[in-house]
């Protein structure tokens, strides 16, 4: 899915000749037992992750950034490079693969844990994992900066919280501290469509799953923009297509409807007060990072108000998406020079509110 609007389309690839420099390549990390807070354990552990750009002397310059929900961390790599959101020219980038994307080791990749037999994970799991990579794989003591896009900006909420003195710099956009129960209602509402697939067959799928992943895409697709901007895109006339071109596409075996579920079940979860037994403000208090967070108040999808009270606790700017396209308001407005002007210096980013440009436009993709 494509989130900042003024980015270009095509993925940037670091120099690759020189030492400690990568174009970006798929890679895994093999973790062995990953340990979950709930005392589980997903064993045989990759994470997927790649990296651009190169890492400094002082080691001073990495930003992480994991996916969202049913992202890959190749659907980043068009963030990275030269007048985008991340130069890898001056930053060494890691894009991670968060658990459950059907890259990192997932319901649908793990052999001895497979489908329903894979462990509920949380949000905080997955930056559990995260840190493995940063420490015991790519040796690092620090991060200059963890940012991330809707599930990705829970995790970056997560590690501010978690890991206070590892980052300078968090930037969460479209994501939460805390899953509302408005965020709840939305995602078992998807969890329960997929289940009523005739061939669920109580999580031990007979063939591939359509009509219960085409009510999860319906439910989820209505919830990604606001009710205004469906309205003056989609006239009452195009609706039988529109409707029909997204049933068509809805289609997921076996392994792809748990990975669905999984990640949902960590997002119904996240919630950094009560893992820390506290408050939201309280919570906010143990950052030290510096943090821009960026909401859009038409989000339908994240409920921003927890990132708002967070922002406001932790005294960090925040950025208001002015537009009707809801949670995907950063694809319709740019916020890529506000990033970049933030990881090159914190103090002169304001809170302020942008605007969607007349006649923005994008097309609704399948995940976010």
């Known amino acids: 899915m494509l989130l900042f609007a003024a980015e270009a389309a095509c993925s940037h690839t670091a120099n690759t000749g020189a030492k400690q420099t990568s174009d970006g390549a798929q890679q895994f990390a093999e973790l062995g037992d990953l340990q979950l807070r709930s005392?589980?354990?997903?064993?045989?552990?990759?994470?997927?992750y790649r990296t651009l750009g190169r890492l400094n002397a002082a080691k001073s310059n990495a930003i992480l950034w994991p996916t969202w929900l049913g992202g890959k961390s190749e659907n980043l790599l068009e963030f990275i490079g030269p007048d985008r959101v991340v130069d890898s020219g001056k930053y060494f980038v890691v894009l991670v693969d968060s658990i459950g994307d059907g890259v990192?080791?997932?319901?649908?990749?793990?052999k001895s844990q497979p489908?329903?037999?894979?462990?509920?994970?949380?949000?905080?799991?997955?930056?559990?994992?995260?840190?493995?990579?940063?420490?015991?794989?790519?040796?690092?003591?620090?991060?200059?900066?963890?940012?991330?896009?809707?599930?990705?900006?829970?995790?970056?909420?997560?590690?501010?919280v978690a890991y206070p003195d590892f980052i300078d710099l968090a930037i969460p956009m479209a994501g939460s501290p805390q899953s509302t129960s408005a965020d709840k209602l939305l995602w078992t509402a998807e969890i329960d469509a997929i289940e009523s697939d005739p061939a669920w067959n109580n999580g031990r799928p007979t063939g591939l799953l359509t009509s219960g992943i085409a009510l999860a895409q319906e439910i989820d697709?209505?919830?990604?923009?606001?009710?205004?901007?469906?309205?003056?895109?989609?006239?009452?006339?195009?609706?039988?297509?529109?409707?029909?071109?997204?049933?068509?596409?809805?289609?997921?075996?076996?392994?792809?409807?748990?990975?669905?579920?999984?990640?949902?079940?960590?997002?119904?979860?996240h919630d950094i007060p009560a893992e820390f037994?506290?408050?939201?403000?309280?919570?906010?208090?143990?950052?030290?990072?510096?943090?821009?967070?960026?909401?859009?108040?038409?989000?339908?999808?994240?409920?921003?108000?927890?990132?708002?009270?967070?922002?406001?606790?932790?005294?960090?700017?925040?950025?208001?998406?002015?537009?009707?396209?809801?949670?995907?308001?950063?694809?319709?407005?740019?916020?890529?020079?506000?990033?970049?002007?933030?990881?090159?210096?914190?103090?002169?980013v304001r809170s302020m509110t942008l605007q969607s440009p007349l006649g923005a436009s994008y097309d609704q993709p399948a995940n976010h």
């Not at 005392?39 to 997927?48: C, D, S, V, Y």
């Not at 894979?118 to 690092?140: G, K, Q």
Request: glycine share 8%; aromatic share 6%.
């Open 104 to 110: 990192t080791t997932s319901p649908s990749n793990n």
């Open 277 to 348: 037994g506290g408050t939201l403000d309280q919570a906010a208090q143990r950052v030290r990072a510096k943090m821009l967070v960026i909401v859009s108040p038409e989000d339908h999808m994240v409920n921003p108000l927890p990132a708002m009270k967070f922002a406001d606790a932790a005294n960090a700017p925040l950025v208001r998406l002015d537009s009707p396209c809801g949670h995907l308001s950063l694809r319709c407005i740019s916020v890529g020079p506000t990033v970049t002007a933030f990881l090159a210096d914190p103090s002169s």
């Open 39 to 48: 005392g589980a354990a997903i064993h045989e552990f990759r994470l997927g």
């Open 115 to 160: 489908l329903g037999k894979f462990p509920e994970f949380t949000i905080r799991d997955m930056v559990e994992s995260e840190h493995r990579l940063a420490t015991e794989v790519l040796h690092l003591t620090h991060l200059r900066a963890v940012m991330g896009l809707s599930m990705g900006g829970m995790q970056t909420f997560e590690w501010a």
């Open 221 to 269: 697709v209505m919830n990604l923009s606001s009710p205004t901007y469906r309205a003056e895109h989609t006239r009452p006339g195009e609706f039988a297509g529109y409707i029909g071109e997204l049933r068509r596409n809805a289609r997921a075996d076996g392994g792809m409807a748990w990975d669905q579920i999984r990640q949902r079940q960590a997002i119904m979860a």
